[in-house]
């Protein structure tokens, strides 16, 4: 079974300070992502990496950095956390097909972050 | 208009009925198509990839309409364990995947 898991499972931090968020999955992925999950936004994307030391944009990217020194593992940075990155944080990954196609992704089992 | 739209629902459906959920999509260059469900505060896990002929995985059956752009999900004979958010999930371009915001199920004993 794959396996994704995430640094903390709830997490609260002050206005302006620096968040990580980690995550390792266990099944030699190439590909990892960063969603944020809120009220009748669904999930949107923030990073996702392709390959090591490899990152792209997502759809709403401000505020927020990537980090993937290891091909198991995505790091989610908040450089100056603000209320409005209150959120369920969730990290998936999944393998490369190319082709136009996309394989399944795997969860983990996401953080919930207040920011006060 | 959104890349992928759900009805969010609520469905409260008798246990034991048959309940049908309908997504649309924009992209007609998307060739991956899933449904996924989420519990309650919990990640979302795969439910059932979805093919150009339709696949049935026991109570669950999965259709695709290329043509109008639209995947269903069927639910037969439900359980109180199906209540659950289910998201219609299409990927884009570079191994991305768009994920509505969800349709929640009730089963009501």
């Known amino acids: 079974d794959v396996k994704v898991t995430q640094s903390s499972r709830y997490l609260v931090k002050r206005t302006g300070e620096k968040v990580f968020l980690e995550c390792v999955q266990d099944?030699?992925?190439?590909?990892m992502f960063w969603y944020r999950q809120d009220p009748g936004l669904g999930l949107r994307l923030i990073y996702f990496?392709?390959?090591?030391?490899?990152?792209e944009k997502g759809d709403i990217p401000e505020g927020y950095s990537v980090s993937r020194e290891k091909k198991e593992r995505f790091s989610l940075i908040l450089e100056s956390a603000s209320t409005n990155q209150t959120s369920m944080y969730l990290c998936?990954?999944?393998?490369?097909?190319?082709?136009?196609?996309?394989?399944?992704?795997?969860f983990g089992p996401g953080t919930r972050l207040t920011v006060l | 208009r959104k890349e992928v739209e759900q009805d969010p629902g609520p469905f409260n459906v008798p246990e034991g009925a048959t309940v049908a959920f309908n997504c649309t999509y924009s992209?007609?260059?998307?060739?991956?198509f899933f449904w996924y469900r989420q519990d309650c505060r919990k990640e979302p896990k795969l439910l059932m990839s979805?093919?150009?002929s339709g696949n049935e995985d026991g109570r669950f059956t999965a259709q695709l309409n290329r043509a109008s752009q639209y995947i269903s999900l069927l639910i037969r004979d439900s359980k109180l364990s199906d209540s659950a958010t289910y998201l219609c999930?299409?990927?884009?371009?570079?191994?991305?995947?768009?994920f509505g915001t969800g349709t929640r199920l009730t089963i009501i004993p």
């Open positions: 998936a990954s999944s393998p490369a097909i190319g082709g136009g196609s996309t394989d399944t992704q795997y």
């Open positions: 999930v299409v990927n884009r371009r570079d191994e991305k995947l768009t």
């Open positions: 979805v093919y150009s």
């Open positions: 990496s392709y390959d090591v030391k490899m990152k």
């Open positions: 992209n007609s260059a998307s060739q991956s």
């Open positions: 099944m030699d992925h190439e590909n």
